[in-house]
């Protein structure tokens, strides 16, 4: 302990030097204080200057190489923050949650879809070591600095707008060409519900000339609440919005705007373009043609059999397939499947999107829509019935005089339409191709 002893007293009062040595000590404790208060920060500040900037690195999953990009990007008012990017998986600028760093160590999570992804590791010799677990992978991942990350080439504006009562938020990616560019709204799966989650396929279209304008879905950030209770008339309601705010800016052609949907995006953008004359093309991708009662059904019976179909097919792990039957039969099955696990109640069937739509049929919407289409599936989407909706769609574009529509089924593709590696040229180079690109 230290003694902190009263100044000499001179010729003062014995009360005056207890006041003196009191406020002495009160000062000498606020210095220090403001010491080590300064010192906490400085030493925050330097470790977050060591990690800005980019990391890369490549993680072994399921047999794959799979490259990680990683940028740190200090806060000199708050936490460290960061966002990752996996180009073999259309990740681009995803925002990492609990992002913190106390030499050596470094941790942070990736919110992904049903699951929470956590990186664990240390930073020795100026590279960062750790382990990626979480959706039942655990592999290692080395990450090493490049320098900084490069600046796109393109303007990101951040934007509101509302559909009635709904306030929606979102971020505009903008071309850097002067004159008024053609556009695009992407539209949320039922997973996706973040503008973060297309922000790849965003960047793909502004750096072509097509501004993209990707948003949180009704009920996330903006406006929270329980995403389940709307339905897809809904969420067209708010893709239309997003294409009103994009017609009233001097930087967009009002003629030239488009909707771009996946999974239940791609129910959602037919229902949004009939109803509008200011939409100018449908890109759907991995869109059902069929009902939500149907999805159900198929989705069901091509998960369930999907793991004996591959073993019978490639070979495998006989006891744990084993394994998977037994528990199968024991009921856990439903956890495979889209039943629900009790009765819904008269409320929820009245509110839940699920029930809601069970019988809105997509063939109703698209048999209205005479602007150019682009419909894309994967060939082995265990999701959406392809070989049914193609028919369905197909047909009803027919009955609606279409003459401008494209569908294309990618072999041995999935439902988020990989592997696939024209997928992308497909989509972009059709879009280019019917709107102008100001230059």
């Not at 903008?174 to 790849?200: E, Y």
Request: proline share 7%; net charge neutral.
């Amino acid at each position: 302990m230290i003694d902190f002893a009263p100044p000499r007293q001179l010729k003062r009062s014995a009360a005056f030097a207890q006041l003196a040595s009191a406020e002495m000590f009160k000062g000498i404790v606020l210095i220090t204080e403001i010491f080590l208060l300064c010192g906490c920060s400085a030493s925050s500040r330097t470790a977050q200057e060591t990690l800005t900037g980019r990391w890369e690195g490549v993680a072994q999953i399921s047999g794959t190489k799979t490259k990680a990009i990683v940028d740190f990007i200090p806060d000199a008012n708050g936490p460290l923050k960061a966002t990752i990017s996996v180009p073999d998986e259309r990740l681009l600028g995803k925002t990492l949650t609990n992002v913190r760093y106390e030499p050596p160590h470094l941790h942070f999570e990736l919110q992904a879809s049903e699951r929470t992804i956590v990186f664990d590791g240390s930073l020795r010799d100026g590279v960062i070591y750790g382990t990626i677990s979480g959706g039942g992978i655990s592999t290692p991942l080395s990450l090493r600095h490049i320098g900084n990350a490069p600046p796109t080439p393109y303007a990101q504006e951040e934007v509101s707008f509302r559909n009635g009562d709904v306030a929606l938020a979102g971020t505009l990616l903008i071309p850097p060409t002067r004159g008024r560019h053609p556009a695009v709204v992407l539209i949320h799966g039922s997973s996706t519900p973040s503008r973060n989650d297309f922000r790849f396929y965003a960047d793909l279209f502004a750096r072509r000339g097509i501004a993209a304008l990707i948003y949180d879905k009704r009920n996330l950030g903006a406006d929270p609440g329980r995403p389940s209770q709307v339905e897809l008339r809904d969420l067209a309601g708010d893709a239309l919005a997003a294409v009103a705010l994009l017609k009233s800016r001097a930087d967009i052609n009002p003629a030239q705007i488009g909707l771009w949907g996946h999974s239940e995006g791609g129910w959602v953008t037919p229902i949004a373009a009939a109803r509008s004359q200011d939409v100018a093309f449908v890109i759907s991708f991995s869109g059902p043609g069929v009902t939500y009662a149907e999805v159900n059904k198929y989705a069901d019976a091509t998960r369930l059999r999907a793991r004996v179909d591959d073993y019978v097919r490639r070979g495998g792990d006989t006891e744990e397939l084993q394994s998977f039957l037994n528990e199968t039969w024991r009921k856990p099955w439903a956890s495979q499947t889209t039943l629900p696990k009790r009765v819904p109640t008269t409320e929820e069937i009245h509110t839940w999107l699920r029930w809601r739509d069970l019988d809105l049929d997509p063939a109703d919407y698209w048999k209205q829509i005479k602007v150019p289409v682009l419909v894309m599936f994967g060939e082995l989407d265990d999701v959406v019935p392809v070989h049914i909706s193609v028919e369905r769609i197909e047909a009803a574009l027919k009955r609606a005089g279409n003459r401008d529509v494209t569908i294309k089924v990618f072999p041995k593709a999935n439902h988020t339409i990989q592997p696939a590696p024209d997928f992308l040229d497909v989509m972009i180079e059709w879009t280019v191709k019917r709107v102008s690109i100001t230059n």
